[in-house]
């Protein structure tokens, strides 16, 4: 097994060995391959619903080890298999193959397995080429990121305080939003739409009054209502000037719905925490149905899928709003959305929470995100606080095919 210093040693006389020649970039990347599939569960997975956060790692013969998260014990183990023996340096290849190697199309858990073990997959390339994955991707084009805040912890915030007192406190934390939901009502209680809708309007009158004139708030529907009351509600709170309103309606619909109630309403809309792969929303991106894509890592099947969206965002001018995610996957986003030029606002929740498992992670400081410089993802894990739930070091053959065009891409079949 090489060691990795051996290996950084062999990575700069290769790279020496380009200057004088004609040596292509790639020549610079030795040959390595991928050995160990490891996943983990985190010691405080996600308290709030069934995202998952479950760590996964990707061990080379070089020593390198990536670092990847979400995805399921029997997705990750399936494309797992197909990395083992592979070239991690290959992974436009690896995530076409993970995707179509098998006869079922990956759906959105599987496609978030795909997305964890990408994640690791550009970790890897990074610490190879000793330069962070936004350096990578082309270079940041900001200084930071700007978020908004859920369910995290804000100095001086209370669970009592009203809406004006918090939404005047997220500012003042250096936020570049605050968010709530829309007419909320305790779990498991009956939510009579026609009449908590009534209630929208004093609430976000509210809120405007908190963050001031010049301050930003974004309103979740959490597709609550149905189209009807969806419009209703947009329209009810226009002149207030919402940063956005999210989820206006349930996901099932939008692709129908979304449609009409653009035709109907003027405030910006922002949707898809839960989309999976560029074909569930590429139309509502390239008719510009909405504003912002709620798009997010590793969800839509990792960085390699994330930059194609960030791609067809560019092009139809649609921002990029991503739902926040497991700490590893937020390191990830800061890193592709760094070097999106469109306009960017991150939901964040990690302000006040531990993360034991992660002594080096997120760069946060007054209510952003900050690109590092450190090598991949920039993220550092401690085992000791982590549960291996699944180790992968066969390669999976069973029931996948694939076949290849005359020049060795992959193809359908
Ligand atoms: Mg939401």
Known sequence: MMKRREFLRAL??????????????????????IKRVRAFLPPNPNPLFNQSDMVVTIETDSGIVGVGEGGSHDTIAQSAGRLIGQNPFEIERLWQDMNRAFFYPAGREKTD?????????????????NLPVHQILGGAVRNFCELYNTAGVIPGITSDMGLRE?????MEAG????????????????????????????????VREGVGPN???????????????????????????????????????????????????NVPLAAGEEWGNRWDFNRL????????????????????????????????????????????????????LSTFSGPVLMEYNYQGRELPHLPVCLDFKNGKLYPNQRAGLGVELDYKHLTQVLEVTEPVTARAQNYYRTDGSITNW
């Not at 918090?166 to 997220?170: D, G, I, K, V």
């Not at 968010?179 to 509210?206: M, Q, V, W």
């Not at 791609?311 to 890193?335: D, K, Q, R, S």
């Open 166 to 170: 918090r939404a005047r406190l997220t």
């Open 285 to 336: 991106v390239e008719e510009h149905t909405i504003d912002y894509v709620r798009a997010t890592l590793p969800n839509v099947g990792g960085i390699t899928e994330m930059m194609k969206i960030a791609a067809l965002c560019e092009t139809h001018f649609v921002g990029i709003v991503p739902h926040f995610t497991g700490p590893i996957a937020t390191a990830a986003l800061v890193h592709c």
């Open 12 to 33: 700069a006389t290769t790279a020496a060995a380009g200057i004088a020649g004609v040596t292509p970039l790639w020549a610079a990347l030795p040959s390595i391959k």
């Open 215 to 265: 301050g930003n708030w974004v309103i979740d529907f959490h597709q609550r209502f149905d189209l009807a009351d969806s419009i209703r509600g947009c329209n009810m709170i226009e002149d207030l000037a919402p940063f956005f309103v999210e989820d206006p309606t349930r996901a099932e619909a939008f692709a129908q719905d979304l449609p009409i109630l653009r035709q109907k309403v």
């Open 175 to 206: 936020y570049r939003a605050f968010r709530f939901g829309a007419s909320e009502a305790p779990k498991f209680t009956t939510y009579d739409t026609r009449e908590r809708i009534n209630h929208l309007r004093s609430e976000c009158a509210e």
């Open 113 to 129: 397995g795909i997305g964890a073990l990408d994640l690791a997959l550009w970790d890897i390339k990074g610490k190879a080429l």
